[in-house]
């Protein structure tokens, strides 16, 4: 598939897809943002988007798509739109669950002491605000699976933070003097998995592995992770490094080796199982 200006199709890997063997593709006019399936044009619609998700569904393309030059988000179906906030934002991520297709987002409510940040989980274009606890400061990640609401928070006064599933919770392990900067979630099969970003008092920046609890693998200092899924018991992964000089690695249920020199992980959405 050519690109360019004059093919409406970017050479910017995060605006591809291969989804059931189809290459998807959208692209931003001074206008308008184009869909396209193998090259060709499937439809457009007004309003120039950056695309954070895309889902296939027989005929139907979904988006979740968030505006280039203002806030809020727009969850659309081959480009009519289903559900639209003038603000807020999304945790960037359109999945199923099941038969369902599910996505989560956030928004700001005003407050007379400061402004306050509420919570929603979207199945099937029906938005339900989650219920959180009075003492989360703060929701690194949201998402819906198996009937229930997970989420990753920080708690006020607490160091650690603390991963909901429903109605339980657990601590998220961290190693002595870190502190969670990012955290992104995973759920396969009812085993839930978090990857996420420390910074430590001895340690530059470094990615971490989470199943439940448990701290699975700290990384070198350098290390990011790129794209990553989860399989029942297993997590796998592919992590650039920041340095020219350092391998990026792939870790695969606790083993870890080393890409080939100056490979690197091309979007977040490269890894298969």
């Known amino acids: 598939v050519p690109v360019g200006e004059e093919y409406q199709t970017s050479p910017d890997a995060d605006m591809h897809r291969i989804i059931c063997g189809h290459l998807y593709t959208d692209y931003s006019t001074q206008e308008e943002t184009v869909i396209r399936k193998d090259g060709k044009e499937i439809f457009r619609y007004s309003g120039r988007e950056v695309i954070c998700g895309m889902l296939v569904d027989g005929d139907d393309v979904y988006t979740l798509g968030h505006p280039r030059d203002n806030g809020g988000f727009t969850y659309r179906r081959n480009g009519e739109i289903l559900l639209s906030r003038p603000s807020g934002k999304t945790f960037s991520r359109l999945y199923r669950d099941g038969e369902d297709i599910c996505f989560a987002f956030c928004e700001q409510a005003s407050s007379l002491s400061s402004p306050l940040e509420r919570y929603y989980s ?40 603390v991963l909901f599933a429903g109605e339980s919770m657990c601590v998220l392990t961290l190693p002595q003097g870190a502190s969670l900067l990012t955290g992104r979630l995973s759920v396969s099969q009812g085993v839930v998995c978090v990857e996420g970003v ?33 399989e029942g018991d297993g997590v796998f992964c592919v ?4 340095s020219s000089s350092q391998k990026g690695v792939i870790y695969r249920c606790g083993e870890v080796s080393d ?7 091309m979007g977040g959405n490269t890894v298969a199982l």
């Open 122 to 161: 979207v199945v099937n274009g029906v938005p339900e605000q989650a219920a959180l606890r009075d003492d989360v400061k703060k929701v690194w990640d949201m998402m819906y699976s198996d009937g229930k609401v997970h989420y990753i928070a920080s708690l006020v006064g607490a160091r650690a933070p």
């Open 198 to 230: 420390l910074s430590c008092r001895n340690l530059a920046l470094a990615s971490a592995l989470w199943k439940s609890e448990e701290l699975l693998y700290t990384f070198s200092p350098g290390m990011t992770v790129a794209s990553w899924q989860v």
């Open 239 to 242: 992590l650039n490094s920041r």
């Open 259 to 265: 890409l080939p020199q100056g490979y690197v992980s």
